[in-house]
C-alpha cells in the first residue's frame, strides 16, 4: 500500500523549513526568468508566517516538509470572497503532495465561504501542474529592466498633464472601458460595487505618491494612465514602478497615442531613478498583450484561478 504522507497546521518551528523552501524556489525561479528577483528576507518571511491570521498547511513525512500551501482569504467588491497565493504561498516536491496540500486547504477555504482560490505561478514553467488540476489562466505579471529614455515628439495639439480629484469624473469613464475590456458587464455592478471603485480612484487621485496621467487632444481627454512605486513583493526588484489603468477613448485608438503616452510614463520613471516596471493584463485582453509586448516587457507571472464551489 503506498504511505500518504500527513497534512497538517504549520506550526512555528516550521517557519525555517518553509523559508528554506521558498528560498530555493525563487532561487529556481530567477534562473529561468531574469527579470524575477530573488530577493528574500527570510526573519520577516517566518515573522509573517508565525504572526498570520490564516492557517499554512504543510505535508510532513516523518519530519520531513514535503510542501506547504498558504493562501489569504478576504473578500473582493467585484468577484466576492476569495482566496489568494502568491508565489512564496506554496511549494511541493511531488504532484501528490500538491493534491493531499490542496485537498485539506480547499476544505478549510470553503468553511470561511471562499468561491475561488487564485495563485501566481511562474509564467510557462509554473502552471502547468495547475492547470491540470482545474485552474485557468486570469491575467499576467510583465516587468521590464529600464535601458534608455524613449525618443520620440508629441504631435501637435496633444499635451499630458497630472490629474487631480477635479477630473475624478473622467477617470470612473476611462475606468467603465477598462471593466469593459476584461469583461465585466457593466448593468451588473452593484451601488456597493460602484462606491468601491470610485473610493479606489479618489484614494489614488489624492495619494501624493501615485500619478495620475490625463492625456488630451485639445481640450479633450483621450487617455490616461496610473503609477506607484511598487511595495515589497515576492518576485520583484526594489526601485519597480508599477503602471497600471491604460485606457483610450475608442474615439481615438490606432493612432499609437497608448504607446507614446507609455513613452511619457516611462521616461518619467526613469528620470526618477527607478530600475524596473511592472504591468497586470487579463490573458484575454489581446490588445494589451501587444501593446505590453512591443515595449519590451515579458511576462514573469501569471494568475490562474479555480472555483471552490461544488
Not at 242 to 262: I, K, Q
Request: net charge negative; hydrophobic share 40%; charged share 25%.
Amino acid at each position: 500500500m503506498e504511505f500518504v504522507s500527513p497534512v497538517r497546521r504549520g506550526i512555528k518551528s516550521d517557519a525555517a523549513a518553509i523559508a528554506q523552501r521558498v528560498a530555493d524556489q525563487l532561487s529556481r525561479d530567477a534562473k529561468i526568468e531574469p527579470l524575477v528577483s530573488d530577493e528574500f528576507s527570510r526573519p520577516e518571511f517566518e515573522w509573517a508566517l508565525a504572526t498570520s491570521a490564516s492557517p499554512v498547511w504543510v505535508e510532513d513525512s516523518n519530519g520531513h516538509i514535503r510542501g506547504h500551501l498558504y493562501g489569504a482569504t478576504f473578500d473582493d467588491p467585484l468577484h466576492g470572497r476569495q482566496t489568494w497565493s502568491g508565489p512564496d504561498g506554496y511549494s511541493y516536491e511531488s504532484e501528490h503532495a500538491l493534491d493531499n496540500l490542496c485537498e485539506w486547504a480547499y476544505h478549510e477555504w470553503r468553511e470561511q465561504d471562499s468561491t475561488a482560490h487564485l495563485v501566481w505561478a511562474l509564467a510557462g514553467n509554473g502552471t502547468q501542474a495547475w492547470i491540470e488540476r482545474g485552474y485557468s489562466l486570469v491575467s499576467v505579471r510583465g516587468a521590464l529592466a529600464f535601458g534608455e529614455v524613449f525618443d520620440f515628439t508629441w504631435p501637435p495639439g496633444h499635451g499630458v498633464r497630472r490629474g487631480t480629484r477635479a477630473d475624478l469624473e473622467t477617470a470612473l469613464a476611462f475606468d467603465a472601458l477598462i471593466d469593459l475590456a476584461q469583461g465585466v458587464a457593466l448593468d451588473s455592478l452593484t451601488d456597493e460595487q460602484r462606491e468601491a471603485s470610485e473610493a479606489d480612484l479618489v484614494e489614488i487621485l489624492d495619494d501624493p505618491d501615485c500619478r495620475y496621467y490625463l492625456l488630451e487632444v485639445g481640450e479633450r481627454p483621450v487617455a490616461q494612465c496610473v503609477t506607484f512605486p511598487l511595495p515589497p513583493l515576492r518576485g520583484n526588484f526594489e526601485d519597480t514602478i508599477y503602471v497600471g489603468s491604460l485606457a483610450v477613448d475608442p474615439a481615438f485608438r490606432r493612432r499609437g497615442l497608448a504607446t507614446m503616452l507609455m513613452h511619457t510614463v516611462l521616461n518619467d520613471a526613469i528620470n526618477d531613478d527607478f530600475r524596473f516596471a511592472e504591468v497586470r493584463w487579463h490573458i484575454n485582453n489581446d490588445e494589451a498583450t501587444s501593446l505590453w509586448s512591443a515595449l519590451g516587457f515579458r511576462p514573469t507571472y501569471v494568475q490562474l484561478r479555480r472555483t471552490l464551489l461544488d
